[in-house]
């Protein structure tokens, strides 16, 4: 992945912002509120169209491609703001994950052809061992909107795991967690990126946590990117400084 | 499935294929009428229940599917056998031609636009310049079918409201499983995962605007068949057989059923036959407000139609033997 850049017209949400996420990497996204890091993810999986400027993913570009294609790319994400399929079971959620691997339509579906059961019960098994590999294993069959809300996000995680992305894009991922589940989050995030030899993108709030796990740190601010660097450099950057404590104040 | 599931649905088959030997031919006229309509709720549910697209206009699929029959057998001879999979595949590309537009329409105008469908075709119907296919208001008498000399000769003498019910019934076993497997699968996760969340279900990876479009064809699809059977067991269609209040009277069905649930098609067939039957005994100055009053009863007692009703009943009697 390389030469990420962004711009996003009317309210100036993203403004001219480039920069590079190297394969195999966690690089983190900082920023005060409405700096633009959803926005930007977005644009990633083509949710908002970007005014100008282009995203490259794996060398092509990504502003031709579909909304649905995404994921069959290779980039897959979890929300700001929950977006799981709440009346589904977590097992049923995982499973749709793997959407884009599958490909059995209409016709063969409802003739359950032989392929049919045998790509179902290959969806099962790998939608099984995500769910314990996130601890979600006594709840597999819960129904995702009588969960805890802590327990709703490692269900994301799972589902955007699912499709077996080469680039995973975390929005605020430790959010609504509390202190012993934001150190546990940090661990599996690494876990699962040597696993898996995932790219994450990170946006989060939590300095700690994208201090610890994170290669790379790009810090926006108004749509612009302010900073970009290892994470001491970028905590240390007397934008990032001033941004965070204008964004306190 | 679970055992218990299977001991159930067996002894419904089989009550199924002994009913037409203890009633009257009438009332076996009436439990065909039940299982045509259960198919056509079934195709409705599919839509609304499980897709989260919401219609008022699926009497225009029913009209379709019965007039394809009614044309074909009267201006072509055709069995009637025949014609249910041509109704079936006309209803399919209408439904997906249909569809496509209606992408664009979100639940409440989407419910419009297919009233507007709903409303329109009847008139269609009755158009002068159609009326040498349709028959115009006068509709189309057609022939009832006897049944096929095969079974006399096993001994087995059936007359033709007791055929034709089987026939009916087999038709439904077929569309039931075949509806029953498309649900339970990868199609039938992101149907639901697109009603419950169209921006994560995209970002998974399924093609919404396709998945809709198919799901609108295979609904309309299965209400056409049902249509289509409708025809050929009343052997009669008219224009004013399938107005709007008919489409209604399906939303009316799935949601007293049961929203996205494959048996809730048979309850809400059942309520939509016989429901209007019963406010007619109890009145027959105001048997719509009788059947008012079933229909807030039904609503009231059972939110999540007779098949959540009896999902919880059973959840609770397993939770009741596993306390004791
Ligand atoms: N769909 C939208 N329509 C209008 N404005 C938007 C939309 N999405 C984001 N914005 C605006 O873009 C800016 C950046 O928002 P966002 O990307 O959500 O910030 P962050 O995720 O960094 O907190 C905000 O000013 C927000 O109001
Ligand atoms: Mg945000």
Redesign the pocket.
Known sequence: MRNVGVRFG??V?LDDVSFEVTRGRIVGLI?P????????FNCLSRL?QCDSGDILFDGSSLLRVSRHRIAELGIGRTF?NLALFRTMSVLDNVMVGRHCRTGSGFFVNSLRLPGVAREEQATLEKAQALIRLLGLGPVADARVADLPFGTQKRVELARALACEPKLLLLDEPASGLNHEEVGVLGKLLGEIRDRLALTVLL?EHHMSLVMSISDRVVA?NF?KKIAEGNPAEVQQHPEVIQAYLGGAA | MSRRQLIVLAAVLALACVLPFLVSNYRTFQFNLVIIYAIALLGLNILTGYNGQISLGHGAFYAMGAYCTAILMDKFGVPYWATLPVAGAVCLLFGFLFGLPALRLEGLYLALATFALGVSLPQLLKYHQLENWTGGVQGIVIAKPEAPAFFGSLGLRLNPDQWLYFFTLAVAIVMFVLAWNLLRGRVGRALVAIRDQHVAAEAMGINSAMVKSLTFGVSAMYTGIAGSLGAIAVQFVAPDSFNIFLSIVFLVGIVVGGLASISGAIYGALFIQFVPNVADEISKAAPWAIFGVFLIGFVYLMPMGVAGALRMAVARLGRKRQNT
């Open positions: 009317g309210i949400a920023g509120n409405g700096a633009g890091k959803t926005t930007l908002y700001q946006v926006l749509g």
